[in-house]
């Protein structure tokens, strides 16, 4: 594996994306006005849920219990036809017209997570793929040290649906800006083995490009047998994110 890779191409990269500067902000997309109203009532059943059934366990839940739950807990409504139809639109749109070009890793709405491959890390609310996933951590705190721990593990697509959809809200509706960081649901790769890192005590600075002023970061980039998925300018349009780790 090439260390450098953690770091990839910067200067070149930089100033191509000033150049296009311009072109990329005339060119996003923004939540339709047809789609607020569903936009934001799946928004507060996913929170509901995950309520229901708690943080760590929302990590892993398939899209199917999760309309289960809407449909037959006393104090939530089942999903709307218009709100499944929103879903789909999100999950099997073609995100290349937000500027992502990453590579689609789940093929339906339903795929679920199977509990017996996964394993729960201590003290994280996270999970792992056993086997690859699961040693490489381990392999990483011994290397780097137990300052370094594991922020983001496994995402059922109802997780990385519920994170997308929030960063769409946080950024006023802009969906091109949101998928530079929290990806369409069916393009994460934390569904089947990568995984993110941090610093103990930083909270959500992790999630921030200043992780890669960390020793910890440092430390990571001398390993050889790991390498960053997000580097500086990466194909598939994400913003630099130097705490995921590459596994697939």
């Known amino acids: 594996m090439v260390r450098r890779e953690f770091l990839g191409v910067m200067g070149a990269t930089l100033a191509t994306s000033f150049a296009n500067a311009d072109e990329v902000i005339s060119n996003d997309v923004w939540l339709r006005d047809d789609q607020k109203a569903s936009f934001v009532s799946v928004i507060k059943k996913l929170n509901n849920i995950e309520k229901i059934v708690g943080y760590g366990k929302y990590n ?76 490489s951590l381990n392999r990483i705190i011994k290397d780097v040290g137990n300052s370094l721990v594991l922020t983001s593990g496994v995402r059922s697509i ?34 089947n083995g990568d995984f993110d890192v941090g610093k103990k005590g930083w909270g959500h600075q992790n999630f921030t490009a200043n992780f890669a002023r960390t020793e910890e970061f440092w430390s990571l980039q001398k390993l050889p047998y790991i390498s960053m998925r997000y580097t500086i300018g990466n194909s598939d349009g994400v913003r630099f994110e130097p705490w995921h780790v590459k596994i697939v």
């Open 60 to 135: 892993l839940l398939p899209f199917d219990e999760a309309l289960k739950i809407a449909k037959n807990h006393p104090k939530m409504e089942a999903f709307t036809k218009a709100e499944l139809a929103y879903i789909e639109e999100v999950f099997y749109a073609d995100p290349i017209i937000y500027g992502f070009h990453g590579k689609r890793v789940c093929d339906s709405l339903t795929t679920a997570i199977n509990e017996k491959d996964v394993i729960k890390i201590s003290n994280t609310g996270h999970y792992l793929f056993r086997g690859h996933s699961h040693d």
């Open 158 to 191: 109802v997780k990385q649906l519920s994170l997308h959809l929030e960063k769409i809200q946080s950024e006023n509706g802009n969906i091109t800006i949101a998928c530079r960081s929290l990806v369409p649901p069916a393009y994460s790769y934390h569904s």
